[in-house]
């Protein structure tokens, strides 16, 4: 663990610069995990994404904690309700990925749903910042990724079936 991620007291908090990745490859997986950030910080979760590449998020499919839509998925597709960050608040977020289903919840909410590879999804890609990167989001596993700075996490739980 790099320097810039801390545990104090059982909370894992990031003061920015590297990301923290899994060492093991997650395929269908189910994350909960309980974060809070500072105001104006930025925060993500990555998850089925290659830790190799020179930057994850051209790689792996996305959770937006701050710094965006809150749950969103990187501006793929418009989360279904806005959720405004509030500030050293603790949010509970999970994550579940069964084939090419994702679904992204907040506070027990459905915020999104997206199916990888439908035609919605691949028109969206192609009209987004990921356009250039062929395979972007296609992997069929890969890591689990924490990112962000002024971001504490705590009660992270990741379930494989």
Request: aromatic letters at 10%.
């Amino acid at each position: 663990m790099s320097a810039n991620w801390q545990v104090v007291e059982g909370l894992l908090t990031c003061s920015g610069g590297r990301a923290l990745a899994t060492t093991g490859d997650f395929q269908d997986l189910g994350i909960v995990f309980d974060w809070k950030v500072g105001a104006g910080v930025s925060a993500e979760v990555f998850y089925r994404a290659d830790e190799d590449i020179a930057a994850v998020d051209d790689s792996g499919l996305v959770m937006q904690l701050a710094g965006g839509e809150m749950g969103g998925n990187g501006g793929l597709n418009k989360p279904w309700r806005e959720i405004k960050l509030q500030p050293d608040v603790w949010y509970r977020a999970k994550i579940s990925v069964f084939g090419y289903q994702v679904e992204h919840l907040i506070n027990g909410d459905r915020i999104l749903t997206y199916v990888i590879d439908s035609p919605d999804w691949r028109a969206a890609v192609a009209g987004s910042r990921y356009k250039a990167l062929r395979e972007y989001g296609r992997l069929s596993s890969g890591r689990i990724v924490l990112s962000g700075h002024g971001v504490t996490f705590r009660n992270i739980k990741i379930r494989a079936p």
